[in-house]
């Protein structure tokens, strides 16, 4: 009952915040909405091909954008960690009661709400489109998105606790992120790939994830592809909140 009331409490702390400034809803929207704007509209020349998803480009590649907004939206909210760090924010909350691992849940769960409100605008923007989209389906890949926002929230703020340095730590988060976006099929198909890359990218949990969100746009629900998605990137985000909740509990000791 304490954790979640704690988590309340920094998660209100923080939302406040955030509804002070929405503009950073605009600015995250911007780019997955140019790559809806100015690249979706390539692939309906190749959504023909053999290999293509069924559903259209774009079933096909909104889902995709919904998962590199939640992989990009996430990751780079450690600098904010470490702006705090500069500022003494963290030190100061050594003398409060409050749990160390609500402090981490109520500032990753606004990090979670954010991207979820991001997907929604995505989402609407892409009806005009053509997009379709089973309501079902619908909340569970937003679901299926928050978890992936609470994942590399997490890991965002777990590596900007060990680095705490803002020139170490974009290159760290972003280098990595890089070949987790490419080797997930966010963009193109991975079925469009030579049999090797295909091969590489099932270690890869994003590409799970955007194969269960492709399935859940076209309503397929209760699938072997949806389970498996869902759970690796839910194990993932529980396995990273402990992680980034303990390297709080030590930079707050």
């Known amino acids: 009952m304490k954790l979640a009331t704690?988590?309340?409490?920094?998660?209100?702390?923080?939302?406040?915040?955030?509804i002070r400034n929405p503009a950073w809803v605009v600015v995250g929207i911007v780019q997955p909405a140019l790559y809806l704007l100015l690249f979706a509209p390539l692939l309906k020349s190749v959504a023909g091909l053999s290999g293509f998803p069924p559903g259209g480009a774009y079933n096909v590649f909104v889902?995709?954008?919904?998962?590199?907004?939640?992989?990009?939206?996430?990751?780079?909210?450690?600098?904010?960690?470490?702006?705090?760090?500069?500022?003494?924010?963290?030190?100061r909350l050594r003398v409060t009661p409050v749990s160390r691992l609500a402090l981490l849940l109520g500032k990753a769960l606004r990090d979670t709400l954010t991207i979820l409100i991001?997907?929604?605008?995505?989402?609407?923007?892409?009806?005009?489109?053509?997009?379709?989209l089973q309501p079902l389906g619908l909340v569970v890949v937003?679901?299926?998105?928050?978890?992936?926002?609470?994942?590399?929230?997490?890991?965002?703020?777990?590596?900007?606790?060990?680095?705490?340095?803002?020139?170490?730590?974009?290159?760290?988060?972003?280098t990595a992120a890089l070949p987790l976006l490419l080797l997930s099929g966010v963009l193109l198909p991975m079925s469009l790939a030579p049999s090797w890359l295909q091969t590489i990218s099932t270690i890869n949990p994003l590409s799970h994830a955007v194969t269960a969100a492709r399935a859940l746009?076209?309503?397929?629900?209760?699938?072997?592809?949806?389970?498996?998605?869902?759970?690796?990137?839910?194990?993932?985000?529980?396995?990273?909140v402990a992680g980034a909740a303990r390297?709080?509990?030590?930079?707050?000791a």
């Open 6 to 18: 704690d988590t309340w409490l920094v998660f209100q702390r923080y939302f406040s915040i955030f």
């Open 63 to 91: 889902p995709g954008l919904l998962v590199q907004l939640g992989l990009f939206g996430a990751s780079g909210v450690g600098f904010n960690l470490i702006a705090e760090l500069r500022e003494g924010v963290v030190e």
């Open 118 to 132: 991001q997907s929604a605008i995505l989402i609407a923007l892409a009806f005009p489109f053509g997009l379709r």
């Open 142 to 174: 937003l679901g299926l998105v928050g978890l992936i926002g609470l994942l590399f929230a997490s890991i965002s703020y777990w590596v900007a606790l060990v680095l705490r340095d803002e020139n170490s730590f974009a290159p760290v988060i972003f």
């Open 217 to 240: 746009f076209l309503g397929h629900v209760a699938t072997a592809d949806v389970a498996e998605g869902v759970a690796i990137v839910a194990v993932l985000a529980v396995l990273a």
């Open 247 to 252: 390297a709080f509990g030590r930079a707050i």
